[in-house]
Each structure stands twice: as structure tokens, then as C-alpha cells.
């Protein structure tokens, strides 16, 4: 499906811009001061993937559940996350989302429903089932969505889950971003030549869809159907959406030089940037004008600054902290 | 003529070596011929054996070590590597009721000589899933051996040695240990499993340890001789079985004892030591044992959170000082530390 840029309000586009835009210089400013040693844990930035994380957070109502994996940030903020909880958890500090506990891996923000990150691969894809389960149990019209990289669907446990959802019949939504790369390894060395998650996905018996994840309004646009139908009962549905990691899998750097993405590939999926190609498109249809665009980005960027110095202003826990709440 | 190599050198070593000695070694695992290399640990090995010996595998951690197990019975020797001990939980059905319990339930028909190498994070916030020493798990199972070298030349040798042992072992490597230095000897070094090995001999106290905390005892234990305190550092290098005699002997000679575990405190290896010692030497003891070990507590991310987390040098030595109501000069020991205290050093920047 090719997203039409006028079918959705002006407002509408607008925000996801403004939102792939907020993840985008988040991560960037991240990256750029990472060297500072201040952001002292394991962090996966998913610069390049921003229009899966605003087109379906957006589509999403902040009472809708969400849980994801180690590339989180972006997931976190599209679902509405605290930034200056996010910012402070990544610095350690005790006004952070986890208060220290968890870092950039472990996010959390339950106020808008964000449920839960974690590190081990497809370890919150049964969760976001059980998050399901537990919607039906309730009778509201909740939707959990579950955000997980095309790795994960090698592990087992992503098809004990699905089965369970599809056989439960339960308001989930998996989204599946597939950027081609599990670390350093290609999908190449991971699933044979031509395999379709999605043929499988609709095999094991849900609505299954392939998008275009660097196109923001066809990722709302699929993700808004999706939930709607999942919010009338028809059960889970699974979308996945091609794009593209920009920087190193962990860490602020680019790692073009380790030579694991072709240069060729590399190049191709950099033109297609997400955000480069919906301004475009919003400046040609005089959505926006390039002044909108450098005021947003001078916004942001000061936003996100301020962020970054409330992350640093603020205290570390006491050390004592550390041992507080093993059990509930 | 001195031959040294870093840990993580030598464990790439002894690939190459267990490689080039049997045909039946293969090597696989996430990662394992990425530009990185695991650490370092398996660079060059694809290009010197091949694709059919040495590959890359799906994020499937439960199948693909029942795939090395199966394999196994037809007597290929596989080596699988994780980047982190946490990743392999999804494994443990396969290791404790397939690999652990195949060669005894069968009555003897068929063994399973499989090495998972595992390796334990520590430090710039590896935080609760990064950084489990769950070392006392996997002693736990009869039918697994666990090796947990210290030193580069135990890195190769126990590796080799694990390779060919005809049980499913699982090897731990400490990551601050990879820039580790060491002499390393050339060639198919083997070094035995379950024997300990004594690293610093004393008469006043034995300090058991393992892995990093060998390195810490050590560290104590050479600070302690100037102060007249002589501490014996037996480096347990095998977890399972674990080499009794030499723990034995040696605490017989002393009287006391001090066992530094890097796992967590309740259900460890170091109580396991603690109660075996007391079982057998209790009335010969000339004062209560003692242990250092992290608390019973997931590991916090923060960096604020993880000072004091982990015990040093320093406490190891006051433990001993006042298990014979001796000055320890710990906070001289602590003190000489410097840099920040979530890293091993220099080379260590993160984020992994
Ligand atoms: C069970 C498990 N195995 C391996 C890892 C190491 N690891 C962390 S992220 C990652 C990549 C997973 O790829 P994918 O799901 O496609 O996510 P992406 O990084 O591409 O966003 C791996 C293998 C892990 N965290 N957990
Ligand atoms: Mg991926």
C-alpha cells in the first residue's frame, strides 16, 4: 500500500513528523555524548527506525499496553514515555524511570501504559500476550502491542506465543521491525533465502501485513486498521516493517567500517531515510515550509537539552538503594 | 622464552588449536564469525576451517544447543559460544535434561561432548540481565562439568581439555579477564579438569576462589604477605567436580578458611566449600570459615548502585585480618585503586 500524504489531517501529520523528529534528536544527542562517560550502561540507539516507533506509538491510545526489547527508545517515546525519566534512567540517577535499577534496556513508563523493555531477545513478546490475556479477562478494548526485531522470531518462544494468541483469540498487535541485522549478522546467516515472517505469521492464523517502516503515514495508517480491528475482537494481527539500523547495534558509533552491512545497502537505506523523506514530501505538498522545519528542530533540540540537563542535575541513588526491592 | 598473550587471545588459541588437532570440532554460535569476533575470541577461525566447521546460528539459543547435542551423539565435538551467560537461560532445558542426563539415562549409550562457552558481564551497566554469575546453577546438576579459568594459560589449556572431554561442559569467562596477560604455551596445551590450582602459597589462612575473584584474592594475599599474614590462593579453576583434596589439604595446613565467589551469597559455590570443609575439618579449625560473596540482590544498572556491589581486594583482606584479629591495612589496599570503579581498566570503555 502506498500511504497517500493527504489522506490523513494536517495535525495528524504534523505530529508524526514532530514525533519521529523528537526520537530522532534524542538518539542523535545521545550519540553525541556518549563520549562523556556520563551514560554508563549498554545503549541501543535506533536512529533510522524512528517511523515505526511514531506510526504506530501514534496510532496507539495511551491506555493501550506496550512492551519491547533492547532497542527501546524509541518505542518508549512514540508511546508517550517520560523523556526526562528516560534521559535520567540512562545517566543512572534516581529521578530515572527505573530510579537506577534498569538503564537505557529496562525502560518503564505504566502512566502511558509502557509497560516494560527488556534485554533478552523476544523475552517480552509472551508478556505483551499475557498483557493481552489479561485485556480480554477485563472486557475492555485495550490493545497490547508488542515490539520486537525480526531476531526475535527465531526464538521459540515468539511462535508459543503467537499460537496462544491466535488461539485465544486476544488483542494483541505484534510489530515486527525488520532491519535485516541481528548484531553483526545478516539475516542471511539466520533464516534461509526468501523467508516471509509474515507468510508464517498468517499461517499460524492472524491478519498478517509487510510494510514500509521508513514511510511514517503507512505505518500509522496500518497500524491504526490493525488496531481498530483488534479493538472490535477479530483478534491479534501481526505487522512487520522493513527499515534500517543506522548506527552500531550497541553503542553511539557508526560502525560502517567493520564492513558487515554492504556499502551499497548502506547507502541505499540512508536515501531512504525515514524523516529526509516525509519532510519531503510534506514541503512539496506546502505542509510545511523549510522555516516550520529549522523552528521544530531549534525546538527540539532545546527540549531535549534541557532533558539532558534535568538527567544530569539530578542525584544518583545511595548506593544502600541498590538492595531495596528484590521483592515486591 | 616468555609467551605472552591476552585471555582472550589464548581462548582463540585454543580453538584453533582443538580445531586443527580434530576434524569433529566445530564452533558456532551468535556472533562467532562477525567482524568483532566475539571479544576477539573467535577472529581468524572461519577463514582457517571453513563455513561447514565455523558459523553464525539464528537467535535460538534451546534448539541450537539441542542441535549440538545431537550432533554430539554422532561425535562431532561442538563448541558454542554466547556473548553472555543471561542469553543461554533459554537453554537450560536442553543442557539439564538433555546434555546433563543423556549419558545416564541410556545406561552409558552415548555421551554428549559438547563446550558452551559462556561469558559473565560486569561493570558500565550490564545491569540485572547482563551480568548473572549463576556459576552454582550449573554446578548443581550432576552430569555437567563447570570450568572457570583464571589466567590466560587456564583459559587455553582447560579449554582444549574441555573440548575433549567426552561430558557437556560449561566454560565461564570473565569478561574484565579477556585483557587479561599471561604467559600462554604454545601448541596443545591441556591443563586437566577438576584440579585446582594453588596460586599463592601461605600457612595463616586459605582463600578458595574462582575466576575474577582469584585475581582479588591475589591481589589481598600479596598485600597481606608484607603486613606477615601468609594466605594460600587456591584457584578453584574447575567448579565441577571440584578438586576436595587440594581444598582439603590445604585448609588442614592453615586452620582457616575464607572462600571469595563471584556468584551470589545464598545457594552458592562458596557455601558449598564452606559446608564441605566444615563437614570434614570442623573440629580442626581454629576459627569459624568465612565468605565473601555478592549479595542476594539482582545486579542494579547504575553506576552508583554498583559501588560497593561488588567485594575487592579490600574486603577480602579485612575478612582476613579479622579472622586472625590481625591489621589488614585494607584501606591502604583500597586506596591504591584508581579510576572508576565500574570498569577493569583502561581498555574498557564500554558499552558491552
Ligand atoms: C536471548 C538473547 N540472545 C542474544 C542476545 C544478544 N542480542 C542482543 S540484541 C540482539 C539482536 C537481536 O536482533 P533483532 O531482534 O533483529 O533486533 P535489532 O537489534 O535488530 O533491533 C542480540 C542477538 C540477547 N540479548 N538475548
Ligand atoms: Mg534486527
Not at chain 2, 577463514?47 to 547435542?69: H, K, L, W, Y
Not at chain 2, 542426563?101 to 559438547?114: A, D, E, R
Not at chain 2, 584508581?338 to 558499552?351: A, C, T
Request: hydrophobic share 40%; aromatic share 8%; glycine share 12%.
Amino acid at each position: 500500500m502506498i500511504a497517500d500524504p493527504q489522506q490523513h489531517g494536517v495535525e495528524q501529520r504534523k505530529a508524526l513528523l514532530y514525533c519521529m523528529m523528537r526520537i530522532r534528536c534524542v538518539e542523535e544527542t545521545i550519540a553525541a555524548r556518549y563520549a562523556d562517560q556520563k551514560m554508563r550502561c549498554p545503549t541501543h540507539l535506533c536512529t533510522g527506525q524512528e517511523g515505526v516507533s511514531a506510526g504506530v506509538g501514534c496510532a496507539l491510545r495511551s491506555d493501550d499496553f506496550a512492551v519491547s526489547g533492547h532497542r527501546a527508545h524509541g518505542h518508549y517515546l512514540g508511546k508517550g514515555g517520560d523523556l526526562r525519566a528516560m534521559l535520567a534512567e540512562i545517566h543512572g540517577k534516581v529521578t530515572g524511570c527505573c530510579r537506577g535499577k534498569g538503564g537505557s534496556m529496562h525502560l518503564v513508563d505504566r502512566s502511558v501504559g509502557f509497560v516494560g523493555s527488556t534485554a533478552i531477545v523476544g523475552g517480552t513478546i509472551p508478556i505483551g500476550v499475557g498483557l493481552g490475556l489479561s485485556i480480554q479477562l477485563r472486557g475492555t478494548d485495550q490493545v497490547s502491542c508488542v515490539f520486537f526485531g525480526e531476531g526475535a522470531t527465531e526464538e521459540g518462544v515468539f511462535y508459543e506465543a503467537v499460537n496462544f494468541a491466535v488461539l485465544r483469540n486476544l488483542p494483541v498487535l505484534f510489530v515486527c521491525e525488520n532491519n535485516l541485522y541481528s548484531v553483526y549478522s545478516p539475516l542471511a546467516v539466520r533464516q534461509p533465502e526468501g523467508r516471509s515472517l509474515c507468510g508464517i505469521a498468517g499461517e499460524m492464523g492472524m491478519r498478517a501485513e509487510r510494510g514500509y517502516g521508513n514511510d511514517v503515514l503507512e505505518v500509522y495508517a496500518k497500524a491504526q486498521q490493525a488496531i481498530l480491528s483488534i479493538r472490535e475482537g477479530t483478534g491479534p494481527v501481526f505487522l512487520e516493517f522493513a527499515t534500517y539500523r543506522h548506527r552500531e547495534h550497541c553503542g553511539p558509533n557508526l560502525d560502517d567500517d567493520l564492513g558487515y552491512q554492504p556499502e551499497d545497502e548502506r547507502q541505499l537505506w540512508l536515501g531512504r531515510d525515514p524523516i529526509s523523506r516525509f519532510q519531503r514530501s510534506l514541503l512539496v505538498a506546502k505542509t510545511i515550509t523549510d522555516r516550520d522545519l529549522d523552528a521544530m528542530a531549534v525546538a527540539l533540540q532545546r527540549d531535549v537539552d534541557e532533558a539532558f540537563e534535568f538527567a544530569e542535575a539530578s542525584s544518583f541513588p545511595e548506593p544502600t538503594d541498590a538492595y531495596e526491592g528484590v521483592y515486591a | 622464552m616468555s609467551r605472552v598473550r591476552t585471555y582472550a587471545q589464548a581462548v582463540n588459541e585454543g580453538l584453533h588449536q582443538a580445531m586443527e588437532t580434530d576434524q569433529d570440532v566445530i564452533c558456532y554460535g551468535l556472533g562467532t564469525p562477525d567482524p568483532k569476533g566475539v571479544f576477539g575470541t573467535t577472529l581468524g577461525l572461519q577463514e582457517r576451517f571453513g563455513v561447514q566447521r565455523v558459523f553464525d546460528m539464528p537467535c535460538s539459543e534451546n534448539g541450537m544447543t539441542g542441535v549440538a547435542i545431537g550432533a554430539a551423539l554422532n561425535g562431532i565435538r561442538p563448541v558454542v559460544t554466547h556473548q553472555r551467560v543471561d542469553f543461554f537461560l533459554l537453554a537450560m532445558d536442553q543442557l539439564v535434561n538433555n546434555a546433563a542426563k543423556w549419558h545416564y539415562m541410556f545406561g552409558g549409550q552415548g555421551s554428549v561432548p559438547i563446550t558452551i562457552r559462556l561469558i559473565i558481564g560486569r561493570g558500565w551497566g550490564q545491569g540485572p540481565t547482563h551480568s548473572q554469575h549463576l556459576q552454582a546453577w550449573f554446578a548443581h546438576i550432576p552430569g555437567l562439568k563447570v570450568v572457570m579459568p583464571t589466567t590466560p594459560a587456564d583459559a587455553k589449556g582447560l579449554l582444549i581439555s574441555s573440548i575433549f572431554d567426552d561430558n557437556p561442559v560449561v566454560f565461564l569467562e570473565h569478561r574484565w579477564l579477556h585483557n587479561a596477560q599471561g604467559d600462554v604455551p604454545e601448541g596443545d596445551h591441556r591443563v586437566p579438569l577438576g584440579e585446582a590450582a594453588t596460586a599463592r602459597t601461605g600457612d595463616d589462612v586459605s582463600i578458595v576462589a574462582m575466576s575474577h575473584m582469584t585475581v582479588e584474592a591475589i591481589r589481598a594475599s600479596d598485600h597481606l604477605k608484607a603486613q606477615g599474614i601468609g594466605c594460600e590462593v587456591i584457584d578453584l579453576r574447575t567448579i565441577s567436580p571440584l578438586d576436595w583434596a587440594t581444598v582439603l589439604a590445604s585448609v588442614r595446613r592453615t586452620g582457616r578458611l575464607l572462600v571469595a565467589d563471584t556468584g551470589s551469597r545464598s545457594g552458592g559455590v562458596g557455601g558449598e566449600v564452606v559446608a564441605r570443609v566444615a563437614e570434614e575439618l570442623g573440629d580442626v579449625m581454629k576459627c569459624r570459615p568465612r565468605r565473601i560473596a555478592l549479595p542476594d540482590c539482582p545486579t542494579p544498572t547504575s553506576s552508583a548502585l554498583t559501588l560497593g556491589f561488588y567485594p575487592r581486594a579490600a574486603e577480602i583482606a579485612q575478612a582476613v585480618g579479622s579472622m586472625l584479629g590481625l591489621p589488614s591495612g585494607a584501606d591502604a589496599l583500597e586506596a591504591q585503586r584508581s579510576g572508576p570503579h565500574d570498569v577493569p581498566g583502561e581498555w574498557f570503555r564500554g558499552p558491552f
